[in-house]
């Protein structure tokens, strides 16, 4: 005789119970309560972003004695835009203009070439696709300092010596392999699927790229021109090394206008580095956006 389990008809089986009111609201007061070492942790970086800003900004207005007396964390007695006039008076608008025209050119450049590159990077997948892909990417471990002497020789040969594209060239090719990288991994975030609609639309490969890749690459796009203009706009080495007429200087070397043989003149210095960081300030302003959401996609799919 075998033993029967009991009839098990009618027996709700328990259901687990759902979280309460209580835990939310345990929850929401947890995360509104006060964090002491964040708060010190966010005010130690805000005194590490903000004094320095503060001895900018001052001392571009203070007089040039006042500031060798009183430092540059004084609140300046007599404030001046002298200074100001005196960067604008010494050429710095001379020099604005020529990294303007070379940060434009720059830019178009390296967006001309890294968008084709990215789309043919994603869309031919074979091996020697993926061979230049990696050839890219070896620029991102050469630094412009191990190459400076290569490049000028080759910038001889070629006849561009003290010539703005002489810095545009090199800056441009620099700035690439950074530039495709986070290109074609904003490229790779698009689904196959809408290439095969588009496909079976009767388009080729050209209406594909103008209709469909860089309108949904503009964060992408967006993120490469931000990144290359920056590159161009602070570029050093290359307008030192590549130029030598005054009326090709481009703004970081005209900063040593403002120094002398036996004192540097740190209020106007100041002044005229403030002036130059307004275009970029307000390029970053308007891009901000599209520059976060570009970096987000790097990593593709």
Not at 49 to 64: H, N
Not at 259 to 284: E, H, K, N, W
């Given at each position: ?18 979280a309460?009111?209580d ?31 503060y ?23 007599d ?16 020099f ?29 997948r074979?091996l ?5 892909f990696?050839?890219?990417?070896l ?13 000028y ?8 010596y003290?010539?703005?594209l002489a ?53 992408g ?16 080495l ?18 040593f206008?403002f ?6 003149d740190?209020?106007g ?10 275009p ?7 891009a ?14």
């Amino acid at each position: 005789m075998t033993a029967t389990s009991p009839p098990t008809a009618g027996r709700r089986t328990p259901r687990p119970r759902a979280a309460g009111p209580d835990k939310g609201r345990r929850l929401r007061s947890w995360r509104q309560r006060p964090n002491p070492v964040a708060g010190l942790g966010a005010f130690a970086w805000l005194l590490v972003v903000g004094v320095p800003l503060y001895a900018l900004l001052v001392a571009t207005f203070q007089q040039t004695s006042e500031y060798r007396a009183a430092g540059p964390l004084t609140i300046p007695s007599d404030p001046t835009l002298g200074n100001y006039a005196r960067a604008i008076e010494n050429g710095l608008a001379g020099f604005v203009l020529n990294t303007v025209v070379v940060t434009a050119v720059v830019v178009a450049i390296v967006v001309a070439l890294a968008v084709t590159a990215g789309y043919a990077i994603v869309r031919t997948r074979s091996l020697m696709t993926n061979s230049l892909f990696r050839v890219f990417l070896l620029g991102l471990a050469i630094p412009n300092q191990a190459v400076i002497i290569p490049v000028y020789l080759i910038i001889i040969e070629m006849g561009l010596y003290d010539s703005l594209l002489a810095v545009m060239l090199p800056t441009a090719a620099f700035a690439l392999p950074v530039c495709i990288l986070i290109l074609t991994g904003s490229m790779r975030d698009i689904s196959d699927d809408l290439y095969e609609a588009m496909e079976l639309d009767g388009a080729g490969p050209v209406r594909m790229f103008f209709r469909l890749v860089v309108p949904l690459s503009r964060s992408g796009i967006s993120t490469i021109a931000v990144y290359a203009a920056l590159q161009a706009w602070n570029g050093f080495l290359f307008p030192l090394i590549l130029t030598q007429s005054p009326d090709k200087r481009v703004i970081t070397l005209g900063l040593f206008e403002f120094q002398g043989l036996y004192r540097v003149d740190i209020p106007g210095l100041l002044s005229a580095v403030v002036l130059a960081t307004i275009p970029l300030f307000i390029v970053y302003l308007v891009a901000r956006r599209s520059l976060v959401s570009g970096l987000m996609g790097v990593g593709g799919k």
